[in-house]
């Protein structure tokens, strides 16, 4: 994107992914909670009180004796962990060219202005007409009226239409599919 | 848009990923006895305090980590000074500036801006939340115009980021009818 602030490449790529500040922070809140509990019965060991649960004697003697759930569960938690460390986060949505302003677009509105340029085009109601729109990818599925032609061809020219007046990033292929079976009505 | 290091939560949820796996593979290995590895003993007072300690340093560095996330917002957008003095504008004038503008499009439901520091520039974060099949070209198109005369306002260009949302008010407010 060409454009006087170089700053917006920045921009743009962190309103595209997920800080994933939420993640570490279950992760850091549900370990905290897991060290404050081992802490305590430290301490409660050590000045010779009664423990919480159990004692550091029954931790490493259930360390040292391990069920298969005890294995499973570290296990999916660890991939959880790695997973969420090494995903791209990408967010579902798309970056419009634009010579001022960095513009970002939820995938919603996106596929919005999708059915807006179908309905107008088909003079079909709202609800008759579907969008999807995913990161390379946008479908439209129109439901006709029975016993009457769409036009299909001219629907997916108003509808490539408008994803070339916004040219989104990265670029959308977009395919009408017009439903096989019509409703009756109008 | 704040200021969290991406890269430090990436790294810290490998790093609780890596803790889990080392306990998975240890306590698999106790239970499948594939390699030979100590045995943990139990362990003496001494090493129960020196246990408690650090959890407790952990467990601050955790809550310091949680409590400073989501930095990095401004409330000043522009600040100018000349022979008359030194003036400020607030984030919230501008957002004021542009939802005026942008009060008569039809498809758009709400602005909102918030100012952000990001790599020591200000930029401006507009969050525009608009109908559920609104003709986005025409509301970009439409920002663009508002935001061209809160240059003029500002005798200034800031970076501007424009966020095209799709709301819980969106989805409630009625789709225009198209015949």
Same mark, same amino acid.
């Given at each position: 994107? &060409?454009?006087?602030?170089?700053?917006?490449? @920045?921009?743009?790529?962190?309103?595209?992914?997920?800080?994933?500040?939420?993640?570490?922070?279950? %992760?850091?809140?549900?370990?905290?909670?897991?060290?404050?509990?081992?802490?305590?019965?430290?301490?409660? %060991?050590?000045?010779?009180? %009664? !423990?919480?649960?159990?004692?550091?004697?029954?931790?490493?003697?259930?360390?040292?004796? !391990?069920?298969?759930?005890?294995?499973?569960?570290?296990?999916?938690?660890?991939?959880?962990?790695?997973?969420?460390?090494?995903?791209?986060?990408?967010?579902?949505?798309?970056?419009?060219?634009?010579?001022?302003?960095?513009?970002?677009?939820?995938?919603?509105?996106?596929?919005?202005?999708?059915?807006? %340029?179908?309905?107008?085009?088909?003079?079909?109601?709202?609800?008759?007409?579907?969008?999807?729109?995913? @990161?390379?990818?946008?479908?439209? &599925?129109?439901?006709?009226?029975?016993?009457?032609?769409?036009?299909?061809?001219?629907?997916?020219?108003?509808?490539?239409?408008?994803?070339?007046?916004?040219?989104?990033?990265?670029?959308? @292929?977009?395919?009408?599919?017009?439903?096989?079976?019509?409703?009756?009505?109008? | 848009?704040?200021?969290?290091?991406?890269?430090? =939560?990436?790294?810290?949820? #490998?790093?609780?990923?890596?803790?889990?796996?080392?306990?998975?593979?240890?306590?698999? =290995? /106790?239970?499948?006895?594939?390699?030979?590895?100590? #045995?943990?003993?139990?362990?003496?007072?001494?090493?129960?305090?020196?246990?408690?300690?650090?959890?407790?340093?952990?467990?601050?560095? *955790?809550?310091?980590?949680?409590?400073?996330?989501?930095?990095?917002?401004?409330?000043?957008?522009?600040? *100018?000074?000349?022979?008359?003095?030194?003036?400020?504008?607030?984030?919230?004038?501008?957002?004021?500036?542009?939802?005026?503008?942008?009060?008569?499009?039809?498809?758009?439901?709400?602005?909102?801006?918030? *100012?952000?520091?990001?790599?020591?520039?200000?930029?401006?974060?507009?969050?525009?939340?608009?109908?559920?099949?609104?003709?986005?070209?025409?509301?970009?198109?439409?920002?663009?115009?508002?935001?061209?005369?809160?240059?003029?306002?500002?005798?200034?260009?800031?970076?501007?980021?424009?966020?095209?949302?799709?709301?819980? /008010? *969106? =989805?409630?407010?009625?789709?225009?009818?198209?015949?």
């Amino acid at each position: 994107m &060409t454009s006087e602030f170089p700053i917006y490449r @920045r921009v743009v790529r962190r309103s595209l992914h997920r800080s994933r500040s939420a993640a570490v922070i279950v %992760a850091l809140v549900l370990a905290s909670l897991g060290l404050a509990w081992i802490g305590t019965e430290a301490v409660l %060991a050590a000045i010779s009180a %009664a !423990p919480l649960l159990l004692t550091p004697e029954q931790i490493v003697e259930a360390l040292e004796k !391990p069920g298969v759930i005890a294995i499973a569960t570290a296990a999916v938690l660890a991939v959880i962990g790695l997973v969420l460390a090494i995903a791209p986060g990408r967010r579902a949505r798309h970056e419009i060219p634009d010579a001022r302003m960095a513009v970002i677009v939820d995938d919603g509105v996106l596929a919005g202005a999708l059915s807006k %340029a179908a309905v107008r085009d088909s003079r079909l109601p709202e609800s008759r007409v579907s969008t999807v729109v995913s @990161r390379r990818s946008g479908a439209v &599925t129109v439901v006709p009226t029975s016993g009457t032609l769409l036009n299909a061809p001219a629907i997916t020219r108003a509808v490539t239409g408008v994803v070339e007046s916004l040219d989104p990033r990265p670029q959308l @292929r977009v395919a009408v599919a017009v439903s096989e079976r019509g409703v009756v009505g109008s | 848009m704040t200021r969290s290091n991406r890269i430090v =939560n990436r790294v810290l949820l #490998a790093l609780v990923g890596l803790a889990f796996l080392t306990v998975a593979a240890w306590i698999a =290995n /106790r239970y499948f006895a594939a390699v030979d590895v100590w #045995a943990i003993t139990v362990p003496e007072t001494q090493w129960l305090w020196i246990a408690a300690s650090t959890c407790l340093v952990l467990i601050v560095l *955790a809550v310091v980590w949680i409590a400073t996330r989501g930095g990095g917002r401004a409330r000043t957008l522009v600040t *100018a000074t000349d022979d008359e003095g030194h003036g400020s504008i607030e984030a919230r004038v501008a957002a004021d500036l542009i939802a005026d503008d942008l009060e008569r499009i039809p498809d758009i439901v709400d602005v909102t801006a918030r *100012a952000f520091r990001v790599s020591g520039r200000i930029v401006l974060e507009l969050v525009v939340t608009t109908r559920r099949a609104a003709d986005v070209r025409l509301v970009v198109d439409s920002v663009g115009r508002a935001v061209a005369s809160l240059d003029d306002v500002l005798a200034t260009r800031i970076p501007v980021l424009l966020h095209v949302a799709s709301g819980v /008010r *969106a =989805n409630l407010a009625h789709g225009q009818r198209v015949r």
